[in-house]
């Protein structure tokens, strides 16, 4: 790489670190080329990005970022996991590492909050964002719903009466 290719690089990877809403750091223990896909294709399937970069430029891009703790993970074989959702990226390394030995989560940042091996796993089990509006959702339409049923009950009881009372005199 070139200084100009380097300076687009970190130029890049500052404004990863400057809008994603969480950093997984990995440790590449060998992957093979076909592991290393599938793995990309399950991250952009849970919405997050998944980017090999030179420890030295993403230490650069760090400095100024709420995510400059995490320059302490970047050595040896590395990998950025990141997504705006705080738990998609994480959910999605930690999903993968539970299927071979050759990825080690090393730690992470969600924002400023430093995150190590067993943050990162604790952040994964937690609801994405989309699950936690779905819940919410549907916490605020069950009141509505069961309002609507209390005030359809009286009259649904009336209208039973009334429909027992005709077949009564019609017999």
Excluded: C, W
């Amino acid at each position: 790489m070139d200084r100009s290719q380097k300076a687009d690089s970190v130029a890049q990877l500052t404004e990863v670190f400057n809008q994603a809403g969480v950093v997984v750091v990995t440790r590449n223990l060998g992957l093979t080329v076909d592991q290393s896909t599938e793995l990309r294709t399950k991250m952009r399937e849970a919405g997050a990005s998944y980017k090999v970069a030179k420890n030295r430029l993403a230490k650069l891009a760090l400095k100024d970022t709420d995510y400059a703790g995490i320059d302490e993970f970047l050595s040896g074989p590395t990998a950025l996991g990141y997504s705006e959702d705080p738990v998609a990226a994480a959910k999605a390394v930690v999903e993968f590492a539970k299927t071979t030995d050759k990825l080690e989560i090393v730690g992470g940042s969600m924002g400023a909050q430093k995150l190590d091996e067993a943050g990162v796993k604790a952040l994964a089990s937690m609801p994405s964002l989309d699950e936690l509006r779905g819940k919410i959702v549907g916490l605020v339409n069950a009141p509505a719903t069961k309002v609507a049923q209390v005030v359809n009950a009286p009259a649904a009881k009336l209208a039973r009466v009334f429909g027992a009372y005709a077949a009564k005199e019609a017999a």
